[in-house]
């Protein structure tokens, strides 16, 4: 089975600080991995996605994610975050041959503070 | 703004009841996804639907069931309603139905059973 470990809840930074939100996934195939993140009251919105070739991505809002093969891990970085960054983050995987089934981790809050 | 509607926005219902969510995908899109995201068990997948026919299931309940109809829009019903199913519930569209794919989510509607 596959799963999904997103290794901090919550992540409280300063505004301007750098941030990494850790992601682990279990899996014994090739996977495609997401980073989504959500807004207050609001839906999903992606970030970035790995799918092959160059292991760093580098999405929107300046985030940037690192795939590591042999560490199994999918961490999300940003240099320098603003007050509008603070959101829950969900790490998620698929499997080519299971269709979109998107396997969530369990999220985590990022709060920037002043 | 993603591209997909979600109608309601909330639905407050009591136990033993059944409802309808409904989604519009995102134009041109042929999958709909259903995930279900609660306190206790994060976002799960819950059913995958490509050009009206089913593609994928996950650990969806014998009450719940769903259609993709010719219009390619989605509806998920639940029914005998328990309070364990108060959730907020989304629908995310792509255009393929592979795992590549990035999926556009909607707003979600919260489900409330009292």
């Known amino acids: 089975a596959q799963s999904v470990t997103q290794l901090d809840s919550q992540v409280p930074v300063f505004e301007e600080a750098p941030v990494e939100l850790r992601c682990n996934y279990s899996s014994s195939v090739s996977v495609y991995l997401f980073w989504y993140v959500q807004y207050p009251n609001q839906g999903l919105q992606l970030l970035l996605k790995y799918l092959s070739g160059s292991t760093l991505v580098k999405g929107i809002n300046g985030f940037e994610a690192e795939f590591n093969k042999s560490q199994t891990s999918f961490h999300l970085r940003k240099p320098s975050v603003h007050i509008s960054d603070t959101a829950e983050y969900f790490c998620a995987v698929t499997r080519g041959n299971q269709g979109g089934k998107l396997i969530f981790g369990q999220g985590t809050e990022l709060s920037v503070k002043p | 703004d993603s591209g997909v509607t979600q109608t309601p926005k909330h639905l407050i219902t009591a136990t033993g009841q059944r409802v309808t969510l409904r989604c519009s995908p995102r134009?041109?899109?042929?999958?709909v996804y259903w995930y279900q995201q609660s306190l206790d068990q994060g976002l799960q997948f819950l059913i995958h639907y490509y050009n009206g026919e089913e593609r994928a299931k996950g650990n969806i309940l014998e009450r719940f069931s769903a259609q993709q109809f010719p219009d390619l829009h989605s509806e998920l019903n639940l029914s005998s309603l328990e309070l364990g199913d108060s959730a907020l519930y989304f629908c995310?569209?792509?255009?393929?139905?592979?795992?590549?794919?990035?999926?556009?989510f909607g707003p979600g509607t919260r489900l409330t059973v009292l």
């Open positions: 995310a569209s792509s255009v393929g139905g592979n795992g590549r794919d990035t999926q556009y």
């Open positions: 134009s041109g899109d042929l999958s």
